[in-house]
């Protein structure tokens, strides 16, 4: 148990043992932590505090008793990512969710997933705006812009991880444990992202967890599938009409701005429903290549999961957890997490 906890951890950080050796200060040898990954042998607790200081992780991390196990998580999206930075990243996850499943069971939610979708077809692209219609009616949204994409996602019981990484890495989706009642999306929250990109890759991630088996290319279909519910059909021709010659970047601003979706999801948008032709596509790409629109026009509402901390902050003022627990899975010191939680009215 430890031993697999203490590889985890290292994965996590994304540290050779080597690194291990070397963040600890050469408290242990090289050869101490294989053994200690093998369950050869047990560290001191001097040493177990100082692996957990190095790996940035509370002790009792190496003796947390939720497991959780990814069964589906696509990286094809990601193909510069190298074996180790996959898996780092997928530990991160798993770490998160063993934090989020042990809140959930201490305040005994059965959260389950309903994706009313499984089991309808997609033959071609054109189904894709259907599909995302039902699944917007089937959880209630309408045909409204979606202010905040991350809650809508968590009152639909996917977890939503945010992560600072690298930019070319904008998310990835998947399933823990066996019974897919635990859908998580990942998202890259770095600054140097736009508030609009990290929608649709939200909406891009939730394609591929919900739309059933196809034939089609899986990134065009997502990112098809994303712009259809981010910025409906109806919705569409509501805002444009059915027919456009010349659109002003004023209207495409305003619409940008309503349903936080980036002025060239727009312009995909008219030219997939066939409300501007082919020639007035191409001539968008060309100006905005020099203009680029969206750079002179950001979205900017920031992005933020609250759920995960308002369980914590539940369980803590219900008196459910002990304020050192309350530390252990909100993964900050007692001190910060007395600050940010111990406020009770």
Known sequence: MFGERLKRARIKAGFSMQDLVDNAQNIVSKQAISQYEKDQKSPSSTVLIALASALGVGVEYFFRTVEVKINKVDFRKHSSFGIKKQ??????????LERYLQIETILEIDA???????????NDFN??????LKLRNGWNLGIDSI??????????????????????FNGLSGEANEDKNHPFVVLNNSDELT???????????????VLPQHGLNAEKVSDRFSGAFLFPRDSVFSEFGEKRTKISLEELNHVKQKYGISIAGIVFRLY?????????????????????FDEKFPYSKKMKTARFENLLGHAYSEELISLSKLAELSGLNVDAALKKYGKVV
């Open 272 to 292: 997939n429903l066939n409300i501007i032709n082919e020639a007035m596509f191409n001539r968008f790409w060309i100006k905005n290549r020099t203009e680029k």
């Open 127 to 132: 189904d894709l705006e259907g599909l995302a």
């Open 147 to 168: 202010d905040n994409i991350i809650e809508m996602l968590e009152l639909q019981n996917i977890k939503v991880i945010l992560i600072e990484d690298e930019k070319h």
């Open 112 to 122: 389950k997933f309903d994706n009313p979708i499984a089991n309808e077809i997609v």
């Open 195 to 209: 508030a609009d990109r990290k929608r649709f890759t939200a909406i891009h991630e939730l394609a591929h967890l």
């Open 87 to 96: 898996e780092s990243i997928k530990e991160k996850v798993q770490e998160y």
